[in-house]
Every structure is written in C-alpha cells, then in structure tokens.
C-alpha cells in the first residue's frame, strides 16, 4: 500500500461517522437468475441492523457478495467509506468484515482454540516484520524501500522465506505476537462462554456450543462490521435468547456493528434499531421496526401473493 | 454440477472430521499413556519422548542384530522418512492430495547429480553435497511452488490427477532432455558427501546422518505447524473459504505448503543420489508417489511418528521378510502348518507386496480413517488467568 499517513481528512471522517457499510445498487446475477437487484443498503456504524426477507430473497447472497465469496454482477461496496468490492476475501476480512455461515462451518478437526487464532491469524507476526513493512508501513527505512521495489515474485517468495523463518526459529517478536493471539483468543471464548473447552475439537462441540465457537473466530478478526447469517438457526428458545444477549454484548462492550440475517420475527423486532427487507433480490422495505412491522410490502412479501404466483416461496431453497 | 462437487466436498469434510476426531481420541490404545508422558513433560520441560526415540535410534548400529543388512534397509527408510514428512506437509496439513511427489525427488536427486557428476553433460560444476543441501532445498521449493501454480484452483480428484501428469511429466523430461541429464543412462560417479577429508560412506555414518537429518526436519516441521502457518494450512484442509474469510491468504499457504513439501522432498532426493551415487530416470516413477503417499495414510495423515512408522512398515518390512533368518524362524511352523513350506512365507508376502499393501490402505481407510498414530494437536499453551 502506498498510501501516505497524511491522506485522512475531516470530510473523510465524517462520511465514516455516517455510514460503516454502504452499498450502491449492486446486483448479483447466477445464470439467468437475478438473486440481488440493485441493492442499496446504508448500515451505521455501532448499529444493529436486521436483513430480513423470505426463503431466497438473497440475503446470504448479499453477504457472499460483501465478504468477497462472489464478485458483484455490478454495483459497489464500501466500508467506511472505502472502496471494498474487488478485493480478495482475505483483504476484506483484514479491512474489517467478519461473518458467520447460516450453515455453521467450523474448523472441525481443529481445537477450539485453534479455530479462533486461525481468525487472529493476521495479528500475528512473521520474522523481519520490519524487513517486509508488514507492521510498520509507513516506515522510510532503506532496507523497506528497497523491498518495495523488488519485482512481485520475488517479494512474495522473500514474505514465503520470513514466514518459515518466523515459524521455526520463533524470534522474540513472533513469539510474543503469538502469545497475546492466544490470550486474546482465550479472552473472546470466555466472552462466547466457552471456557475451558480451548482443547476439544470444534466437531465435538454441541450445536449451540459450535455457534459461540463461530462468533468468536469471527471476532478475532477485530472486525468493524460483523455479519451473522441466521445464529439463532434450530435454537430452542433458551438458546436463542442468549445467543441474542451475546450479539447486544457485541456491540455494546466490543463497539462491533452488526448486521444480522434472522428468521424470528421477535428476535429481530427485539434486538434491531433498522432492519432491510429484502424480496426477491430486491429492497422493499427499510427502516424501524415499528415501520417494517407496518409496512404493507413486507406483510405482502411474507404473507401474501406469493402462493398465487406458483407456490414453493414458503419451501426452504438449498 | 456445482452442488454435486459441494456435497461430495461436504462429505468429504465430514469423514475427515471423524477421522481425526473423536474416535481417534477414544479408539487410541496409547492415549492413556500419552497423556502421562505428555503431562511428565510438561512438568520437567523436557522433550523425554524424543529424547528417548533419538537414543534409542542412534545407537541402532551397535546393536548386535544389526549388521549392514539392517543398515542398508535403514537407510533405505530413512529416506522414505524424508519424503514422507515432505508429503505429510501437502496431503497431511494442507489437504492437498498430491500424487506426484516423485517430481520433488526427481528434482533434488538431478539438481545435485547435474551439478556434482563427472557423466553430466552440461552445467557439471563440482558442487559439494553439503553446500547442496540449499541449493536443492531452494531449487525444490521454486518447482514446487512452479508446480503448485497451475494447481491452486483445483481440489480433491482433479487436483489428484494434474498431480499424478506432473509427475510424470518430470520422469519423462529426464529421459528426453537428453543435453542436460543424459538421458536413459542417467548419471553416475555422483561424488559422495565429503567434509574436510570426511567422506561420507560406511553405512552406520550414512544412517546416523538420516537420523539426525530427519530429527531435525521433524523438528522444523512441527514448528511450522504449531506456527499460524501451520493452522492457517489446517484450516485450508478444513474449509479453504473459511480459511480466506478468517484472514488466511489462501493462495500463499497453498504455495508454501506446496514449497516447503518439495524442498524437503528435493532434499530426499539428495540423500538419494549422495547414497547409491547413481541416478536414471527409472528410479523416479509412480510408484515412488504411491509408496510415500501410502506411508502418509497408513502412518496416519498429519502424524510424524505416523510418517516413521509408516515408512519401517512399507519400505523396511518387505526387506525383512526376505532374510534367511527370518524363513528360518517360519520354517519353525512347518510342523503344524500342513501342505505348505512355511519357511517361504517370508518371501511370498514381500513379492505380494503391493497387494498387500492394498488391503492395508482398504483396511486403515474403513476401520482406522486417522491412521495408525493419529496425529495429535500441537498443544496451545494458554495464559494462566483463563487456565484449566
Ligand atoms: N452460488 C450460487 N449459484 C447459483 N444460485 C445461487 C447461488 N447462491 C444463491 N443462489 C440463489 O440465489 C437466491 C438467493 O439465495 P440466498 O441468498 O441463499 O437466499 P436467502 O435469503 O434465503 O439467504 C436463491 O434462489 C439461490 O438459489
Ligand atoms: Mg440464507
């Protein structure tokens, strides 16, 4: 990254206290079917925001699309108001967007811990991090300078050599990097309330249990924006509700906002300031809760016309 | 298409989630055992386990059993030891299942032989065996990065199979870029290694040499996988979407797993070629890739006592079997075994080999997916606070 320290402005600033994730019309097309018609959504920064809408309206869809799980057919992204569409997934989480999957998909063969410092992952240093201005960009150093210029082949075999390094002589650096992952790691499952579960594999988790261990890899990113696709899926309500109390916990205490896919009505009437109804691929609906629940759209999209339009909405799409 | 790829992914996941999970823990006679001496180490901070193993190892030679039959066979299996560490990094850690290992120790035991023999035709340059070692190392991770280049977008069978292309490939360069290998002939009077006068040659010092070399591997490669290169593999097995939504460049830890697989199977290859001072391309076909994978899975995938032991079971035990000795010890069942010469056994089993080694992947695969030492995590050390 070239960008010099100096660039930040105040009219940047604000447009990041305005909106923490932005998208302007954007369309996801698979083979004839149209699963996101140019969506608008403005999510603001420590918000929880609802993604509602029937079986297929696109709401994973829209996630895929945003965590980089698919290139957008056209239409952007932003997060804080940066430019986020077109980079690869890895550099979307390390910009600062983290998810859960409607399907739980866990590291199973791994321990818990391990699931979540795969998330701490980019946190963690590499020898000569100095060397490869990993950690300190802005850096004027000779050395830096020089390995900027390198051609990219040989710059990412250098990156290949010090991440081997790194990992078998363990330098001081990347030993300590190592070890605050691992205390903030365990930190985040204590938050998840899966203390003393660090060396169980992920598969040996309950449901419920793999769901905690799902936030909290998804929080190790130190994410801006988090994405959780439907966590209170096949909860009973015990469950369900402290699932909801540990996603008020995340915005409140971690600062994370949150938008959030979710079927239970109560759920999302309860713990949401705005939600986005989406149809279809299409937006029909934002604003409160008071106002979704009032909206003639959105009792339309759930209730109404769509048995008379052949059927199988109601039926769940793999 | 798309969804029968997913679903036999899915179930794909699922196996190797029971492989490597609870059953492992529960079905494992040693776990118990393992448990104590992992605690006994924690307490006096002291590798014990290994310390033993390299003991016991190193004084192999002076046993009075092992004469340079044993040595020879040793040997042999150290190298297999090698390059099954250098696989357990592409098929056990990352979970890219690559038949065509044979391609890395094709590509160090011709980097040296290229370099080093009297025969070679082009580039002959009296290189050291021992200043080798990261010539071969280097060059072995740039073809196996090379190689893994093409591969990345693919996964589970299609990636099996551009592998198994490669190498062959490699095999049928060697005998055709005549100008520089020298063809079917191959290359010969490759300098054994020498150090200050010190000509590696008796075969204890050649065992002791692998020992130690694969000791020290074993070592770098734990490290590796202890590191967040190593989980950052494990994940990629696991779920490489995941992998690359958690923050895991994916396409770099494919290469390196890709890199440092080669390198360390580049370095087999020297062994190789250091030892019997001799390369043609006939050493170098598929059943080198079959041999090391079988050793990986049968070890148990992602497990280095696994790799060792897969490699005495496949590569030393057929050797064995064909002692006199041992059709003297299975001639003692001729009495009670009718209508047949017990004493051949032996000998009948190690020419069956292959079918034998058939029926233990089938056997392994159905009632031990894990293998037979399943792999153990690296242990997490975590803060006091939180501790258990
Ligand atoms: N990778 C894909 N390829 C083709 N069609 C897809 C893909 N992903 C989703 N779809 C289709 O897009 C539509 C929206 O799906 P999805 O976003 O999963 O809905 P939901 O709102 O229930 O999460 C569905 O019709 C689905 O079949
Ligand atoms: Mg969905």
Known sequence: ?????????????????????RTR?????????????????????????????????????????????HRPTSGTIELDGRRIDGLLRHEIAEAGVSRTFQNIRLFGAMNVIENVLVGRHSKIAVAGVELAGRMRPHSDHRALAAVRALPSAPRAMLHGLLEVAGAIAQPPRVRQTERAAIEHCAELL?????????????????????????????LATDPALLLLDEPTAGMNPAESASVVRLVRRIRDELGVTVLLIEHAMSVVMGVCERITVLDYGRKIAEGTPAEIQGNAAVIEAYLGTSAAQGGGRAAPRA | MRELQEGADRRLRAWRGRAAGGAALAAQPWHAARERLRAAEERTRLPIANVLVLVVALSLPF??????????????????????????????YAGLLDLGFVAFFATG????????????PALQADLNWWLAIPV??????????????PVLPLRGDYLAIVTLGFGEIVRILLLNVVGLTNG?????????????????????HWYWVLVLASFILAFAVGRMRASRMGRAWEAIREDEDVAAGMGVN???????????????????????????????????TLLVSINVLSIVVIGGMGSTPGVVLGALILIGLPEVLQFDETSRLLSLFNPIVPFADTSLWGRQLASARFIVFGLMLVAVMALRPQGIFAAARPQVRLPRASGR
């Open chain 2, 136 to 149: 071969v190392l280097a060059v072995g991770s740039v073809v196996g990065v090379l190689l893994g280049l």
């Open chain 1, 1 to 21: 990254m070239a960008t010099s320290p100096a660039e930040p402005t105040l009219r940047d600033e604000a447009a990041t206290a305005m909106t923490r994730l």
């Open chain 1, 190 to 218: 204590q938050f998840v309330g899966l203390v003393g579960r660090e060396h169980e594999l992920a598969n040996n988790l309950s449901y419920g249990d793999q769901r905690r261990l799902e936030l909290a890899r998804a």
């Open chain 1, 25 to 69: 019309s954007l369309t996801m097309r698979f083979e004839g079917l149209v699963a996101l018609d140019a969506v608008d959504l403005e999510v603001r920064p420590g918000a929880i925001h609802g993604l509602i809408g029937p079986n297929g309206a696109g709401k994973t869809t829209l996630f895929n699309v945003v965590t980089g799980y």
């Open chain 2, 109 to 120: 035991a011709y980097t040296y032989a290229i370099l080093s023999s009297p025969a070679s």
């Open chain 2, 250 to 284: 994916t396409v770099k830890y494919k290469l390196l797993a890709f890199a440092m697989g080669a390198a360390i199977g580049a370095f087999g290859g020297l062994v190789f070629a250091g030892f019997f001072t001799f390369v043609n391309p006939s050493s170098f």
């Open chain 2, 184 to 204: 079917a002939q191959g290359l010969f009077n490759i300098p054994r290694p020498e150090f200050a006068g010190w000509v590696l040659e008796a075969l204890d």
């Open chain 2, 63 to 92: 046993w009075p059993v092992i004469d340079s039959r044993w040595l020879r066979i040793l040997v042999l299996v150290g190298i297999f030891v090698v390059l099954g560490l250098g696989l357990n990094i592409v098929v056990g």
